[in-house]
């Protein structure tokens, strides 16, 4: 510092010297911050790796796969719910399943069960020698016998089980006086051997196999709930299921994974599958597309939309992604009991109104337009239903007319909605639709546990979104349990539009006892007409699933009935990692 | 000192009760728990028989003494049922049986509590970490460009919320970079450790900045300080005086902090599991929440109101024994 230094120049001299690693650090801070920002890699466009192009199906290696939420029970008395299911079916198997053409098909039965003349006896032969998994609840190898079966299904029917599967059984002779404890056992299940047993109805009743193929009556070993209520913990025998699946069940990290691996004994022999399972938990969204990208996951079932549309258009993942419609029926649900929709051409006015085409852009693509209550893949669906519902202005308006509404409702509709932005924006596009009739909806955005709670009682709420999703593919599953009038009670309703038609609970009564199948589809497809004429619900859309596998997951399709089916995948191993090219460019491997 | 934590033991027991009977009887408010742990597709059958197994078919009242354990067990599948007359709940130390996981609540609790500790416990060292570093470079620097270039940073680190932080952090370090795995929890203890990094960074965030500011605030008023003068003017080394003398009394504030976030800590850092697929408290709690898993619900509330007791009532002790200043219960 020399004295001929003007001091503001000493000043500046020193704040800068002072600020010197501070302005250095900061540059170097947005130099390094520039350079990751051009450097970060694209995103991938095709598979990371593909498989070893073994033409024999071959045994071996894991396959990871995932849930979008928790898994609660793999007990299949209790579980009702497409992630439960992937489990349990890996686990457990039924005396009927359905194929890939989703036939239904003998599985531990030995073949289709005989049925008696008048349609109400059902007698199985199971198959002789499929053993039990291996476990601590058993003295030594033990054998499925006829026994199991009536003891499951009691179980599962027991009222102190608290199924959410008894009424698919309820025509079982002796089914109420079991249910109401005056007998110790159904009087309807005749164990006739030891791989011999007949179901007896109370009345004909042609979805009962349809019933007896559903997870609920996979048979279960009753060592294995003896052996918990034993340990004082009655409960843990959701967490450690023995079945006869050609999976055995391995560890459950809780909220974490599942494992599972191959089981060695399995009654269909050589059967070429990986050694082992893993289902991890909680995996959805971003988490899941990256793992799938990365190969860390073998299939990917929860497609977040903007990842849709980018697989929908990676040409090197076409041959790996498949679409299909799922057996699922979105709607509106208008309460017949309450004005204004007591009147008919109100409802079909609402059914006219909306246009469904915009409903499918905005979904991307994934809702299919519907005009009747059964999806296409459904017995009885009528692509010509004479009565079908579809987007029609100027008819909603004459309906309207048709009703003494020529200028519209004065008083507003009030729609419940459940929770999420994505509800409120799909009621915002219909809401529009039917103002354009005159009808003025209000919202109603309220939590997905008090739209279930009052949409389930008579005289509550006016208009709401309703889907379905099958339980077994039968006509009855849908326009039974959503219209027949025995479905309609003081709380938790599954007659949600509370349609009350003597004529079409007359004609679903009969159906279900008819033994001609094409009779029996006649009636059913009369009933889909009265249904769509009379407009309880306006009908809007099919889903449209879709879900992608890794190049070397094999003999992989999305199963008709079943979602996310993986009994019969093989991995064509050791998998390929392909070129850093390849896997940014996404030319097909 | 001991009837100050009499004091505060009852009043605390007075805010717990109160904060369990409202929420028992606001959550019924909320719909029906069987309609919505049987979903969708239940049938009325099914409901009925779970609402009997379940005692959700008694009144209100009933269904409170029961889950006070005050009057006879309803839940037959706990397993603390015995024989109909047995009496569980909440004051022999039963907290339920979860309508959807079909297990007992404290299980429940117990395998998630340890993934939330360690997400939180690794989160807090990044906030002492990122923090106090911050804190401390700022100060000393004061109003210089690291010390406003830090600041700004803090304060975008304060605003940004980890929804925007965190899925921005997990397409571009995890999925397009390949530095953090995607999500999830792994197995084994170190697979824990791998995979909680990148989330407890994101939500260290918040904090970090918080403690850069308010150490950087404190830290530039004790420097001021008569007595850090005086150690100056003793001749101590520079680092010595800030570290022995400056930083100890600065870092007060930060220690209250910590301890009020205790309760954040354990209850989970709900968004920042959610987005990065951690099965720990906090995506319980939602899930109970959007399920109305009642007996979850009760016992996550009462869980954090335990907690942010415990949290209140340790930072006033915490403060007490480094500040002189301060002294509980004498008047003067």
Known sequence: MTPSTPRSRRHAEGALRRALPGVLLTLAAVCCGAYALTHIPERPQGPRYVGAGNATPRTGGTFVFGAGSDLHSLDPHIAYDANSYMAIRLVFDGLLDYDEQGQMVPSLASAMPEVSEDGRTFTFHLREGVLFHESPVFDGPRELVAEDVRWSLERLLHPDTGSPGVSFFARLRGFDDFRAGRTPHIAGIDVRGRYEVAFTLDQADQTFLSAMAMVFAYPVPHENYEHHIAQGDPGAVERNPVGTGPFVFEAWERGVQLTFTRNKRYWERNRPNPDRMVLIEQLSGETAVGRFSNGDLDVLTSLPAVHYLFFKHAPAWAPYMAEEPEATIRGLCMNTGMAPFDNVHVRRAVAAAIDREAMRVMAQGRALPAGQILPPMIPGYDPGLPSLQRYDLARAQEEMRLAGYPNGIEEPVTAWIGEGQGSLVAAQLWGANLERIGIHVEYRQVAFSVYLEETGKPGQAQLFPSAWNMDFPDPSNFLEILFHSQNIHPTASENRSFYRNPELDALLDQARGEPDRERRLALYRQANDIVSRDAPWAFLSNDLGAELWQPYVMNYRPHPVWSNDYRNVWLDLPRVRVADSTYTEGATP | ?332
């Open chain 2, 1 to 332: 000192m001991t009837r100050y934590l009499v004091k505060r033991t009852l009043w605390a027991l007075f805010v717990l009760s109160t904060v369990v009977s409202a929420v028992f009887f606001l959550v019924h408010v909320a719909g029906d728990p069987a309609a919505v742990a049987l979903g969708p597709r239940a049938n009325a059958d099914a409901i009925r028989d779970f609402r009997r197994i379940k005692g959700l078919d008694q009144p209100q009242l009933a269904q409170f003494g029961s889950y006070l354990g005050v009057s006879p067990c309803v839940r037959r599948d706990s397993p603390d049922f015995h024989d109909g007359a047995g009496y569980c709940g909440l004051l022999q130390g039963s907290l339920g049986t979860s309508y959807t996981h079909r297990e007992d609540v404290a299980a429940v609790i117990g395998h998630r509590m340890p993934r939330t500790l360690l997400l939180g416990v690794m989160a807090m060292l990044f906030e002492l970490l990122f923090g106090v570093t911050a804190g401390i470079v700022a100060a000393l620097r004061r109003n210089t460009w690291a010390d406003t270039g830090l600041m700004v940073l803090t304060f975008a680190g304060i605003s940004v919320p980890t929804f925007v932080t965190g899925p921005i952090a997990l397409f571009v370090l995890a999925f397009l970079l390949g530095w953090f795995p995607m999500g999830g929890y792994g197995v084994g203890f170190w697979e824990h450790v791998r995979h909680g990094l990148l989330p407890s960074m994101i939500l260290a965030v918040g904090g970090a900045a918080t403690y850069a500011r308010i150490l950087r605030g404190e830290l530039v008023e004790t420097l001021r300080m008569d007595y850090v003068r005086t150690a100056h003017a003793k001749g101590l080394a520079p680092r010595t005086v800030v570290v022995r003398h400056a930083l100890r009394n600065a870092l007060i504030p930060i220690v209250t902090l910590l301890g009020l976030s205790l309760p954040g800590l354990v209850g989970g850092a709900i968004i920042t599991e959610k987005i990065f697929n951690w099965p720990g408290l906090g995506m319980l709690t939602i899930e109970a929440i959007n399920k109305l898993d009642v007996p979850i619900i009760m016992a996550t509330v009462l869980m954090f109101g335990v907690l942010v007791q415990l949290g209140n009532l340790l930072a006033d002790v915490t403060v007490a024994a480094l500040d002189p200043r301060i002294r509980v219960g004498e008047r003067g």
